[in-house]
C-alpha cells in the first residue's frame, strides 16, 4: 500500500468516524427537544477539529506501523489524486445545492448548517472512497 494509499484510507475512517460521533451527539442531546433547538456549533466545531487532529495523527500512527517504501508521488498517484479530488469536488458542488436550497427556503440554521455539515464529509468519503477504488482496481 503506497503512502497516498495509506492517507486516503485513514481519512476515510476519520471522517466517517467523527462524522457519526457527531450526529450520535446531536441525536442524544434532542432527548425530546426539537433537533433545531440543540446546540448543536460547538459539537460540530469540535468534531472538526478533532477529524483534522485524527487525520494527521492517524496517518502518522499508520505510518510507523508499516512504513512505505517512498513517498514521492509518482504519476499515478497524481492521476489517482485528481481523480478521486474530481469525483470529490463533483459531490460537493451539486450536494452545496441542499444548503442553498434551505437558506432559500428560510430553513433553521440548524439545518442549513448541518447539511453544509453532511454534504463536506460526503464529499470527503466519496473522493476518498473513489481513490482507494482507483488503487485497487485502477482508473
Not at 497516498?4 to 476519520?14: A, D, I, N, Q
Not at 451527539?25 to 472538526?48: E, F, H, K, N, T
Not at 509518482?74 to 492521476?79: G, L, M, V, Y
Request: glycine share 10%; charged share 15%; hydrophobic share 50%.
Amino acid at each position: 500500500m503506497s503512502y497516498e494509499e495509506k492517507g486516503s484510507l485513514v481519512y476515510l475512517m476519520v471522517t466517517i468516524g467523527t462524522y457519526a460521533v457527531y450526529v450520535g451527539l446531536i441525536i442524544s442531546r434532542a432527548d425530546g427537544i426539537p433537533l433545531a433547538d440543540v446546540p448543536y456549533r460547538s459539537p460540530m466545531l469540535w468534531s472538526m477539529g478533532v477529524a483534522i487532529g485524527l487525520s494527521i495523527v492517524g496517518r502518522i500512527l499508520v505510518e510507523i506501523a508499516r512504513p512505505s517504501d517512498t513517498h514521492k508521488l509518482d504519476a499515478r498517484d497524481r492521476d489517482i489524486n485528481r481523480f478521486g479530488e474530481y469525483i470529490g469536488g463533483t459531490v460537493l458542488a451539486l450536494g452545496m445545492l441542499l444548503p442553498f436550497g434551505l437558506a432559500l427556503w428560510a430553513a433553521d440554521h440548524f439545518w442549513i448548517a448541518n447539511a453544509m455539515y453532511f454534504v463536506f464529509a460526503l464529499s470527503a468519503v466519496v473522493g476518498a472512497g473513489a481513490k482507494l477504488i482507483a488503487y485497487r482496481r485502477g482508473l
